[in-house]
Every structure is written in structure tokens, then in C-alpha cells.
């Protein structure tokens, strides 16, 4: 969770009209979208992840 929230935070939070990934059990519910979104490069929005942070987001999101 540590290294996937701060990636996502500033978009994906409580009370924001976007999907709400505040907590690792969000996350695990919502897996196989965040999944898909990340590794087909349409997440995040407005910024690209370096190889490095990408893969490690997508490992993350897997041991969900």
C-alpha cells in the first residue's frame, strides 16, 4: 500500500469523485480495474509513471 497510495493519492481519495483507493482494502476490491487501467498505461492521468514505479504498482496490485 505504501508504495501504490502516494501514486495515486491525489486523485484517489476520500470524497473525491473518482474512485476512492484510501485504504489497501479498496485496493483489493477493485484490483482487476486498477489492474487494467494501470497496465494499459490509461492511469495515471496527467503524469507518466517511470518504468520503475509502474512495475512496482502492477507487483503491488498482483499480491493483492
Same mark, same amino acid.
Given at each position: 500500500f505504501s508504495t501504490a497510495?502516494? %501514486?495515486c493519492s491525489k486523485c484517489h481519495?476520500? =470524497?473525491?469523485s473518482r474512485l476512492n483507493l484510501d #485504504?489497501? #482494502? *479498496?485496493?483489493? $476490491? $477493485?484490483?482487476a480495474l486498477v489492474y487494467s487501467r494501470v497496465n494499459d =498505461? #490509461?492511469?495515471p *492521468?496527467?503524469?507518466?509513471?517511470? #518504468?520503475e514505479q509502474r512495475n512496482? %504498482? %502492477?507487483n503491488?496490485?498482483?499480491s493483492l
Open positions: 497510495y502516494p %501514486l481519495y476520500s =470524497g473525491s #485504504t489497501e #482494502t *479498496k485496493w483489493r $476490491n $477493485n484490483k =498505461g #490509461t492511469m *492521468k496527467g503524469t507518466t509513471l517511470t #518504468t512496482a %504498482l %502492477l503491488y496490485i498482483s
